[in-house]
Nanobody, 114 residues
Framework: VQLQASGGGLVQPGGSLRLSCVAS????????MYWLRQAPGKGLDLISG????????HYSDSVKGRFTVSRDNGKTTLFLEMDNLKSEDTAVYYC????????RGQGTQVTVSS
């Protein structure tokens, strides 16, 4: 399993970012996928998931209404559109093939600051 997240960066509060995660080494189109994040000094938190076909999604209360998960099975890529970002969204973001994040790739840093 190889997962490479990208798209992070520094953004002002209220801004937007789009994260991508390119997957390889497994049957992506048959695998539910997840986004997790780890804020400084805190544990790993599950924030979103999407079914293998992309028809079902779920979000944590902390990001519901602001973040949108999607996937392109033809390009084996997972996305996370993040809008109305807040300082508390600052974290390293990971894509994973399991809810616990045991099989996650290299993360991408998101920093929300003015």
């Amino acid at each position: 399993v190889q997962l490479q997240a990208s798209g992070g960066g520094l953004v002002q509060p209220g801004g937007s970012l789009r994260l991508s995660c390119v997957a390889s080494g497994f049957i992506f189109r048959a695998t539910p996928m997840y986004w997790l994040r780890q804020a400084p000094g805190k544990g790993l938190d599950l924030i979103s998931g999407i079914s293998s076909a992309g028809t079902t999604t779920h979000y944590s209360d902390s990001v519901k209404g602001r973040f949108t998960v999607s996937r392109d099975n033809g390009k084996t890529t997972l996305f996370l559109e993040m809008d109305n970002l807040k300082s508390e969204d600052t974290a390293v973001y990971y894509c994973a093939t399991d809810e616990a994040g045991n099989y996650r790739g290299q993360g991408t840093q998101v920093t929300v600051s003015s």
